[in-house]
């Protein structure tokens, strides 16, 4: 994947690495609306590959597939933000979930139920299911709180030696670790669905055959264990407040 002068070869990179933007781009589509489309993450996508390609240095610590995959799904999480895909009025539900798991998790003193929260929202139970199940992606937006200031993520600010801040790495370490503290509480429905997706990389329908639910249902289920995810590590009290990005967010 080098050229004689020992760079690194960008045409053989692209086409080596095209198949994995697609399957990132649909990866990531299983959790996004009819309305986004698998052409525009692809196409972001490949801009995080070729952004990749100049970036990548040998001695970085890091094989170029993962810090590529970074890149590429970095890329298209921008796009989605650039496109502000997901409505404002939704955004706020989202948010009002968020604070309702916050307030039932202190007054009952573990995870309130779906039925709970409806209640304590107003709603039927069907209209916030409903709700859940229009959110598809929101987290898309939000998991990128979990990085810290400016444009780099994790991976990227710590595959250098020479430019590592020990201060930033033990945050980043402090987030991680209340991160798989607030996966570890969620109901055991929830923690099963979001192993199946995130470890083992089952796609929505896969998991619910082994759950034996709808794709919907899975769906509603990752929506709403990101929302517990959420309150927990960002709500009011919580252990780690939510950071800025250099860009502004919309909504």
């Known amino acids: 994947m080098y050229t004689a002068a020992g760079q690194l070869d960008k045409e053989q990179l692209v086409q080596r690495f095209a198949p994995l933007v697609k399957r990132i781009a649909f990866h990531l589509m299983s959790r996004l609306p009819s309305s986004v489309q698998a052409d525009d993450l692809v196409q972001n996508g490949m801009i995080g590959l070729l952004d990749a390609i100049d970036r990548f240095e040998a001695g970085m610590g890091a094989q170029f597939e993962t810090y590529a995959t970074q890149r590429v799904r970095g890329a298209m999480l921008d796009g989605l933000r650039d496109n502000d895909w997901l409505p404002r009025s939704l955004r706020r539900e989202m948010r009002r979930i968020e604070a309702a798991i916050h307030l039932l998790e202190q007054q009952v003193g573990r995870p309130p139920s779906e039925r709970e929260l409806a209640d304590s929202l107003g709603m039927p139970l069907a209209d916030y299911q409903k709700m859940l199940q229009d959110a598809r992606g929101h987290q898309l937006v939000y998991f990128e709180d979990l990085a810290g200031d400016g444009d780099e993520d994790f991976l990227e600010r ?67 264990a990101i929302a517990r995810l959420r309150s927990r590590l960002f709500g009011e009290g919580a252990p780690v407040a939510p950071k800025k990005r250099g860009r502004p967010r919309r909504g």
């Open 158 to 224: 710590h595959f250098t030696d020479d430019a590592a801040d020990p201060a930033r790495l033990l945050e980043d370490q402090d987030i991680r670790r209340h991160l798989v503290a607030a996966i570890d509480a969620l109901p055991e429905r929830e923690k099963l669905m979001m192993g199946l997706y995130y470890e083992q990389e089952l796609n929505l329908r896969e998991i619910g055959e082994v759950m034996g639910v709808t794709e919907s249902r899975v769906c509603q289920l990752h929506s709403q």
